[in-house]
Each structure stands twice: as structure tokens, then as C-alpha cells.
């Protein structure tokens, strides 16, 4: 049986966290969100509600090089890394469900999705070594 979890305060400040922002922050970014809307909220519970709001299916987690990012999107989508500022997008390039059974086929795991992480540099640090 599920463990009904009540929606708090804490929980939704975090929620509306993550939701005034468009670039996957870090869990240490929207503790600062969080802290400047409310001080009395403590670090341990943005963590945890990060946590709860991601096994509620409310945000995605995106397991990145240099720490975890979320997500509101919780789609099937993926994403792109700027090796050099660490940012984050979103792209259009279609999730590929039948690589799951591939990957089952090949190693017997019963896989239940993937995610699709790209790298390399983001136009701004380029134009930024380009003008360097």
C-alpha cells in the first residue's frame, strides 16, 4: 500500500521553485529560492521535498555530471549538457522508448526507461572562446 504523503507549505514552495525556472536548477538552487521566500525553511527539508515531489511523478530528476538537476517536464525528453558552464536543456530529439527492449534483449535487466544525456559546449561559452 502507498503512503498517502500530505501536501505541506515547505512542499509547495519547493514545487513553486522548481516551477519559476526554466534552466534544471541544482537542489542547492532552489534552496536559495526557497530560503529567500521563506528563511525558516531548512535545507534538509527542500532536499526531501525535492525527493517526495519526484516520486510523486511532479518533477524529473536528471542524474547530471556535477550533481543531480530537476526538472518540471516529467516526459520522456532529452537533454543536453554545456561541459563548460554545466547548463542544461531540453531537446526536440524524439525519446527513443524501443531502446528499452533492446537493452532487456542484450542483458536480460527489466528496464523501465532511459534517459538520454548529450554533452558538449552551449552556444554562449562558444561564442565566449570564440571572442577570447
Do not use: W
Request: proline share 4%; with cysteine.
Amino acid at each position: 500500500m502507498a503512503v498517502q504523503r500530505r501536501n505541506t507549505r515547505q512542499r509547495a514552495l519547493v514545487l513553486e521553485a522548481v516551477r519559476g525556472r526554466c534552466d534544471h536548477p541544482r537542489a542547492e538552487d532552489i534552496y536559495r529560492d526557497v530560503s529567500a521566500a521563506d528563511p525558516r525553511v531548512s535545507r534538509g527539508t527542500v532536499y526531501r521535498n525535492l525527493r517526495l515531489l519526484q516520486e510523486q511523478g511532479e518533477i524529473m530528476c536528471i542524474k547530471a555530471p556535477g550533481g543531480d538537476r530537476f526538472d518540471l517536464r516529467c516526459d520522456a525528453h532529452c537533454h543536453v549538457i554545456c561541459t563548460a558552464c554545466g547548463s542544461v536543456a531540453d531537446t526536440s530529439t524524439p525519446y527513443d522508448a524501443l531502446m528499452d527492449g533492446a537493452v532487456e534483449d542484450e542483458t536480460g535487466f527489466a528496464v523501465s526507461c532511459h534517459t538520454t544525456l548529450f554533452e558538449g559546449v552551449c552556444p554562449s561559452c562558444r561564442a565566449l572562446a570564440q571572442g577570447a
